[in-house]
């Protein structure tokens, strides 16, 4: 379905098509004939391609949208409480996936169906304006909480459907947005989130700034603008002048896609999601290994940049029972300088768009291309058509740890700032009030976390004591308080909200943590474990890369993996496929004890894999 001008209908009667049966197609069940023929005399032009049968029904969705309008714009405009299928996946490319809230599908079949928004946040940036602006909306429009993601932007939860363009709008009028936050495109762009101002930090956050613009949708975006705020294009993005000499050369061969109006998307966007990630050495706070792209970026002693480590392929979903989905973590592809860095992100999403597998959509995701073609085709193929820089060998890096930056740090001489933990990174009540309260009186900027924490930023030295008391008072714990299990774990949403969702985990996980902690206590073990655990297989709390996770299976009942590594550099293995959660403690004991025994400084991810898989699997069956 699409917009289309009256000579592009008449194109495509030349194409042995009635304009009868082009209408007839794009009348949906809340737009009429009549309504289509009037926004053909208006709309956005479509991509030139001929009509194509072999093309999925996902790729035929995006080809006629008119550049990801149609049937959203129409099905705005209607009384419906919730949108048609069609239109729920170009929502995405908007930042807003449609969700059933299962607990309330048998008492309010209206208010059942609710919206998730999500932000735009490159690094993890919020404002003050902004961050008080989405308080107001999470509480007039939604369900009064707001969530940190994984991929450090802000959630909304529980809006209504006739109230998503005043939330939307209002958003982007108080300078956020949602465009890009979700769909087949590239999506929110990751960077250490501490405000340091050495060591290549304020390098990494700008070229994920820069990033984030330079793969910014040209079309779309004019759409999105259209749609959420009646065509105001002031708010467009703003890119520096390097990304507007990149974006300049997106018409370049290779890069280009032949389409005028998304030169380096092309008129179906990607085959599927595309994530981007920029860390400085030794700091691994973005699980850089995850991405379809990871820069590892080396800066010069005056503190610009001088080129980075590029990493490809990484990835997290995968589904139950289909061997042929998997995560996978990135390969290495070389390093690449400075002057050159934006050049090689737009080829390699080039090559991803026009190599990715556009049919089968469970492996359209890069990590797939680089599994089946292998890196050194990914390299010379890279090279050989879309790049004509050049790639070098990849830098030594120091060890990478998780970093997470709670408690006080010094971000530089007369500023402090401060990491405050938020299990899953869920804000309400009157913590989320109190933090809002603080935030507008001194005026400061929200970074969020990877790890679904919040840092309050540029804290001068003379509020520094009247924050913490605030703070003390609002119940936030130092971080020698905080349990280290319960320091780096994180969930996804899952129940009730998460279509995909097959059993709990943010609910519950507080309780889990609460289980593995009384147990490590009672077996004198005072190392920790970095855990991870969701609803369903799809990874989106990177639970592959965890020293245990747990993976909702059944109702109550989880996979359990084992064996990544704390500073998440190793990928776990599934060990079990439906371990009822009370079995929990019974099942991994022991595991604990020959952790226990084997003494050292040696994590339990790498113990689990020193004891290898095969005793591992003896070990469980021995306790089952």
């Not at 490159?122 to 369900?143: I, K, M």
């Not at 993005?237 to 092309?266: H, L, M, W």
């Not at 309050?456 to 714990?477: M, P, R, V, W, Y």
């Not at 474990?529 to 609803?535: A, F, N, P, S």
Request: proline letters at 5%; one cysteine or more.
């Amino acid at each position: 379905m699409t917009v289309l001008t009256v000579l592009e209908a008449a194109s495509l009667v030349s194409k042995d098509l009635s304009l009868e049966l082009v209408i007839e197609g794009l009348t949906t069940t809340s737009g009429t004939k009549e309504a289509v023929c009037d926004r053909m005399l208006d709309g956005p032009s479509i991509p030139t391609e001929s009509i194509d049968t072999a093309l999925s029904k996902a790729e035929k969705r995006k080809l006629y949208s008119g550049h990801l309008r149609e049937p959203l714009i129409t099905e705005l405009e209607n009384e419906e409480i919730r949108f048609s299928e069609d239109a729920v996946q170009l929502l995405k490319f908007h930042g807003s996936y449609q969700q059933n809230h299962r607990e309330l599908r048998k008492t309010d079949k209206i208010k059942c169906w609710q919206m998730m928004l999500r932000l735009r946040n490159p690094g993890g940036r919020v404002p003050a304006q902004l961050f008080s602006a989405l308080d107001d909306l999470s509480n007039e429009y939604g369900n009064g909480t707001l969530r940190i993601t994984t991929r450090q932007a802000f959630q909304m939860h529980g809006i209504p459907k006739a109230d998503l363009k005043t939330v939307i709008g209002s958003i982007i009028k108080h300078l956020g947005s949602t465009l890009a936050a979700c769909g087949d495109i590239n999506r929110n762009v990751m960077a250490p989130a501490a405000p340091f101002e050495n060591n290549g930090y304020p390098a990494a956050r700008k070229l994920a700034d820069d990033i984030a613009d330079l793969l910014s949708p040209k079309a779309a975006e004019a759409s999105y603008l259209d749609m959420w705020v009646d065509g105001d294009h002031s708010y467009r993005f703003k890119p520096t002048n390097p990304v507007k000499q990149a974006r300049k050369r997106q018409i370049d061969e290779g890069i280009f896609s032949g389409s005028k109006d998304e030169p380096v998307y092309g008129d179906t966007y990607l085959p599927r999601k595309f994530k981007v990630a920029v860390t400085v050495p030794g700091d691994n706070s973005v699980d850089l290994l995850t991405q379809d792209i990871g820069l590892v970026l080396f800066t010069n002693s005056n503190g610009s940049m001088r080129g980075c480590n590029v990493y490809v392929g990484g990835g997290m979903g995968r589904t139950h029972n289909q061997e042929d989905t998997f995560a996978r973590i990135a390969d290495p592809l070389g390093f690449i300088k400075a002057e050159d860095i934006l050049d090689l992100l737009q080829s390699i999403m080039a090559l991803q768009r026009d190599h990715g597998d556009r049919e089968i959509r469970k492996h359209a995701r890069m990590k797939y291309l680089l599994y089946k073609r292998g890196i050194n085709w990914f390299k010379e193929t890279l090279l050989k058509d879309y790049f004509k820089g050049e790639l070098n060998a990849i830098q030594n890096e120091v060890k990478p740890k998780l970093m997470d930056y709670l408690g006080w740090h010094r971000q530089k001489p007369g500023l402090w700032f401060v990491g405050l933990p938020f299990m899953c990174g869920r804000l309400e009540g009157n913590t989320k009030k109190g933090l809002r309260q603080i935030i507008e009186r001194y005026q400061l900027e929200v970074r969020l976390t990877p790890n679904q924490d919040l840092l309050l930023c540029n804290i001068g030295s003379n509020q520094k004591a009247s924050i913490k008391s605030d703070l003390t008072d609002l119940g936030f714990e130092l971080p020698a308080d905080i349990s280290p299990l319960v320091r780096h774990a994180i969930a996804c949403p899952a129940l009730p909200t998460c279509g995909l969702a097959i059993t709990e985990s943010e609910r519950i996980l507080p309780d889990i943590l609460e289980r593995l902690n009384s147990q490590l206590h009672s077996l004198k073990i005072n190392k920790s474990i970095l855990i991870r655990m969701t609803g369903c297989p799809n990874g989106c709390a990177r639970p592959y890369m965890a020293e245990l996770a747990l993976v909702g299976s059944g109702v109550n009942q989880y996979q359990l993996w084992l064996g990544g590594s704390a500073n998440l550099q190793t990928l776990a293995r599934p060990f079990l496929q439906k371990m009822p959660l009370e079995e929990l403690e019974s099942t991994i004991e022991p595991l604990l004890l020959s952790w226990k025994d084997a003494g050292g400084r040696r994590g339990f991810g790498e113990h689990i894999s020193k004891l290898g898989d095969a005793t591992v699997q003896e070990m469980l069956k021995a306790q089952g």
